[in-house]
């Protein structure tokens, strides 16, 4: 239930602007409907000593729904992880990324993620093992303007995690999130 409450605050807070009254000022601003494809590295450590480091390579889909200005980008975010040895693994988070407004085709951006990340598996001695810790990171990327309304996203990202689940004396710690992904973006002017 905190989960929820978090996700309709910060849905809440993203959006208040668009309540405001009318006054002099004008933006330039956009609601923005994203869809993300990635390929990621997951890093996971575990056992005794000596620490096993295990690696997963695995592809992902998201969600993504936000607003831009002229120079900022915000974005709230669900993305689901296709690990085959895991029952589940997802994350939900945030993206305020600033803009590098280099040509009337491309931006450039560099932006700081943050949110919580959910994993389950079972591992080789049949625990269940299950972290639900929030992440914290960066990206960069280009964002590439097909039509008006239509954008191509082409970016990397990092999502450090520190988590640790410590079971029957063995511990997982789960480390970091690398990827590069694709979205493509629908933006819809604002008036």
Known sequence: MKKINKIILATLLS???LLADDSKYEYNSSSLVGVEFAYNNFKVDYGETPVVEDSYNYSSG???IGAQTDNYRIFLSARNMQISEFDYAYTLGG???YLFDTSKYVDFYLGVNAG???IKFVDASGVTRTIADPYYGGDIGMNIHVTDGID???GA????LNAENDKEDVIYTFNSITSGYMSIIFKYQMD
């Open 62 to 64: 998201g969600l993504k």
């Open 15 to 17: 959006i208040s602007p």
């Open 157 to 160: 990202r990092v999502m450090t």
């Open 116 to 118: 919580q990340a959910e």
């Open 95 to 97: 993206e305020f990324q």
């Open 152 to 154: 191509v996203e082409l």
